[in-house]
Nanobody, 116 residues
């Protein structure tokens, strides 16, 4: 079955960095569009970054442009989110998402807390 397992979250000081990973299994990873979303309790889940299958085109939410980088390793069935210059407002649960042939799959999330 499809599995998306996020890791790499944690507590970091403002201005710090974290690298999130999402290990995928159970589907044709290289054919899927992969994304990172985030959600704060009481708010809707919002798109952070997306990387398209095959051509690797990326797009980012305005609030992370220049600070976050999404990448994928199709050989390892893994998508990454490199987060730099973190701000307290980046604190959220971060979720990995895969879209393939119109079907959407979600991981359980990894918590990122930015605080001094």
């Amino acid at each position: 079955q499809v599995q998306l397992v996020e890791s790499g979250g944690g507590l970091v000081q403002p201005g710090g960095s974290l690298r999130l990973s999402c290990a995928a299994s159970g589907f044709a990873f290289s054919s899927a569009a992969m994304s990172w979303y985030r959600q704060v309790p009481g708010n809707e889940r919002e798109l952070v970054a997306r990387i398209i299958a095959f051509v690797g085109i990326t797009n980012y939410a305005d609030f992370v442009k220049g600070r976050f980088t999404i990448s994928r390793d199709n050989a390892k069935n893994t998508v990454y989110l490199e987060m730099n210059s973190l701000k307290p407002e980046d604190t959220a649960m971060y979720y990995c998402n895969a879209v393939l042939r119109g079907l959407s799959y979600w991981g359980k999330g990894t918590l990122v807390t930015v605080s001094s």
